[in-house]
């Protein structure tokens, strides 16, 4: 039995995969945050790389990854696939269990897949100097490995809950050159803004991009680079999926379901979107498509597709998405990856028509998926991927009890190596699990901007 495939550098993707060329229906457009007008590439020059921009309006289905960026991929890609054979037997299951390990790259995460091309198209337009936000410190470590490859300054606002709970992350981004601090923060406008509200305010994606976007902003040699949600964000992760399709084949297999964890829902698109492309073409229309979130941060599942704000101080362009409201204030959970108010515009179009479904887990829950998962295939993963791994679980059992085989493919997005005062408290039994009220909801999505309605 076959039990890992690792590629070689030659069977490393040549391009990204796009699906808005194959979307089921046309992409609502991006509203430009003042007028509210349709989005224009020129809107968005002052703010991100002109290459960036391209790949955000583009339609093409297929876009090159250019040769210095394919370079830099082989420091760790392709990344390995596995079969969970010990998994399996621990749950006395017939389903076959797979899962993509992205926590081979320098970073610890998937999350170089579009820190590299990001910075990257920064060079090719001679900035100097990146800003961004984090949650749990993924996507700014990426980042500022990026921006070590390319010479280029990194600021990283980082989201204060997280800021604390995982103090190692800032080292690895300070290692790395990056000047890092929590969020809100004195440094911008909607930062003192937060702070004036709530001074012990625990932070948000949402703060934390706001922060990010004004220092941008404020500096002609600086642009912005996002770490989820923007369409360029999720073709450029698909050089996930695409490996997994090459590696599943030689385990002659095939997913019955794809199952991940969704914040902005970049890891998942890149490993789930080149799979969709065969349904969306009338191929493998018995696949399912899970995407899985945190109940303290439920999105997908209650929240309103609208037109949004991806940052609270609403400084970034109005994007059709699933959204509890860009001035939710999730609770402090470990998985500050998944705390984000909105879902990508791609994967809201697929949630609507049916194509992806939607489930939440507590945070317990997803704890007691990752240790299980430790003790029997031994990687200790990410919070945020022990959502889909928790689900993946569930799959299986549900297998199990169907007696019925059923092929599961998940992914690894990032070890936890980073996170055992995570580890620590639900081994002692201190973890809370956080679930927002109805009313929490509801007041959040009572500030929508004029444009909301989508359906």
């Known amino acids: 039995m076959i039990r890992k495939v690792v590629l070689s550098e030659n069977d490393l993707p040549d391009r990204w995969y796009n699906i808005v060329a194959d979307l089921p229906s046309e992409l609502p457009p991006a509203l430009h945050p003042r007028t509210l007008a349709p989005l224009a590439p020129d809107d968005l020059l002052p703010l991100l790389p002109s290459g960036v921009v391209e790949q955000e309006f583009s339609r093409e289905r297929w876009i090159e990854i250019p040769d210095q960026v394919r370079d830099l991929y082989r420091i760790w890609r392709p990344s390995p696939m596995y079969r969970a054979t010990r998994l399996e037997r621990a749950l006395d299951t017939p389903a076959r269990i797979y899962f993509k390990y992205e926590g081979v790259s320098p970073a610890g995460s998937h999350k170089p897949n579009t820190a590299v091309p990001q910075a990257y198209y920064a060079k090719q337009d001679n900035v100097k100097r990146l800003t961004s936000e984090t949650g749990a410190g993924q996507w700014g470590s990426a980042l500022s490995f990026a921006g070590s490859l390319f010479g280029l300054d990194v600021t990283v606002y980082m989201v204060r809950s997280s800021y604390d709970q995982k103090p ?6 300070s290692t790395w050159g990056a000047d890092v601090h929590p969020s809100p923060s004195d440094r911008t406008e909607s930062g003192r803004a937060a702070l004036a509200a709530d001074p012990d305010s625990p932070g948000s994606i949402g703060v934390a991009i706001s922060e990010a976007v004004q220092d941008a902003l404020s500096r002609d040699d600086t642009r912005f680079a996002l770490g989820s949600i923007s369409n360029n964000v999720l073709l450029h992760q698909t050089v996930i999926g695409l490996e997994a399709r090459k590696q599943l084949e030689i385990f002659d297999d095939y997913p019955d379901v794809v199952i991940g964890c969704v914040g902005g829902g970049s890891g ?43 940052d609270t101080a609403s400084l970034g362009p109005v994007l059709p998405m699933y959204t509890l409201g860009h001035n939710f204030m999730p609770a402090p959970i470990h998985a500050g990856g998944l705390r984000h108010h909105g879902s990508s515009p791609t994967m809201g179009v697929l949630v609507e028509h049916g194509l992806i479904q939607a489930r939440s887990y507590a945070q317990r829950d997803i704890f007691s998926a990752a240790v299980t998962f430790a003790r029997n295939e031994g990687f200790v993963m990410a919070p945020e991927s022990a959502h889909g791994v928790r689900g993946a679980i569930d799959e299986a059992l549900a297998a199990r009890e169907a007696g019925e085989e059923r092929v599961i493919l998940t992914h690894v997005s990032g070890h936890g190596h980073f996170d055992m005062a995570a580890y620590e408290s639900y081994l002692a039994g201190t973890l809370d699990d956080h679930q927002p009220s109805q009313e929490q909801i509801t007041a959040a999505l009572a500030e929508l901007p004029a444009a909301a309605a989508l359906v």
């Open 168 to 173: 190692y992350r800032k080292m690895l981004m």
């Open 268 to 310: 998942y698109a890149g490993l789930a979107y080149p799979f969709l492309r065969d349904r969306l073409a009338g191929h493998r229309t018995g696949t399912r498509f899970v995407a899985v979130e945190p109940d303290a941060c439920p999105s997908l599942t209650r929240g309103a597709y609208a037109y949004d704000y991806p």
